[in-house]
Nanobody
Framework: QVQFVESGGGLVQPGGSLRLSCAAS????????MSWYRQAPGKKRELIAA????????NYTDSVKGRFTISRDNGKNTVYLHMNILKPEDTAIYYC???????????WGQGTHVTVSS
């Protein structure tokens, strides 16, 4: 079945960096666009970054543009989110799923917690 395993979160000070990873299985990863989502406390889950199957095109929501970079390794069935210049408002649980503008699968991983605080 489809499975996503997110990792790499943690506590970081404002201005710091983190790299998140998402290992995917159960579908043809190399032919699928992939996206990162996040859900902050008390808010809905939002799409923040997406990458097409070849990795040659990406898209970001305005709040992370210029600070976050999505990338992928099709040989490892893994998508990454490189996060720089982190802000307290980036605090959230981060998830990945297939798709570019919407989540393809109804199943989600456990997510990885990111807390930005001094």
């Amino acid at each position: 079945q489809v499975q996503f395993v997110e990792s790499g979160g943690g506590l970081v000070q404002p201005g710091g960096s983190l790299r998140l990873s998402c290992a995917a299985s159960g579908f043809t990863f190399s032919r699928s666009s992939m996206s990162w989502y996040r859900q902050a406390p008390g808010k809905k889950r939002e799409l923040i970054a997406a990458i097409i199957s070849t990795g040659t095109a990406t898209n970001y929501t305005d709040s992370v543009k210029g600070r976050f970079t999505i990338s992928r390794d099709n040989g490892k069935n893994t998508v990454y989110l490189h996060m720089n210049i982190l802000k307290p408002e980036d605090t959230a649980i981060y998830y990945c799923n297939a798709g570019f503008t919407y989540s393809v699968f109804n199943s989600w991983g456990q997510g990885t917690h990111v807390t930005v605080s001094s």
